[in-house]
């Protein structure tokens, strides 16, 4: 637990050192063909301060993926929102990047070709 002589703020305001922030996200899908809506996350609250390390951990289909591309820019929550360095995400920006684990651009070359 940090002391908080370690915690650099002015007035009780920690979210200025919030680089990611997110509130109340829930981002859910239309299933045409169950003709059903699938929620893939919901209710998510998370903070990241400057400095912090973070893993996204969870079994296949738990909303990892998704919840990078609401991130990345990519997609938008169906509710709540979301801040990189204190501006929200709208869209894809050039302070954030994505990489992708499945090289598509020329799945068939490989370096040395």
């Not at 009780?12 to 919030?18: F, P």
């Not at 709208?90 to 684990?101: L, S, T, V």
Request: hydrophobic content about 40%; overall charge positive; glycine content about 10%.
């Amino acid at each position: 637990m940090r002391e908080s002589k370690d915690i650099p703020f002015k007035g009780g305001d920690l979210s200025a050192h919030k680089i990611i922030w997110l509130e109340n996200i829930t981002k859910s899908f239309l299933n045409i063909e169950l003709r059903r809506k699938i929620v893939a996350l919901k209710e998510i609250d998370l903070s990241i301060e400057e400095g912090e390390f973070v893993c996204i951990i969870g079994p296949s289909g738990c909303g990892k993926t998704t919840l990078l591309n609401l991130l990345a820019g990519f997609e938008s929550p169906t509710f709540g929102r979301i801040f990189f360095k204190g501006e929200e995400i709208k869209g894809p920006g050039p302070g954030r990047a994505m990489i992708f684990q499945i090289p598509t651009l020329y799945p068939k070359h490989r370096v040395w070709s």
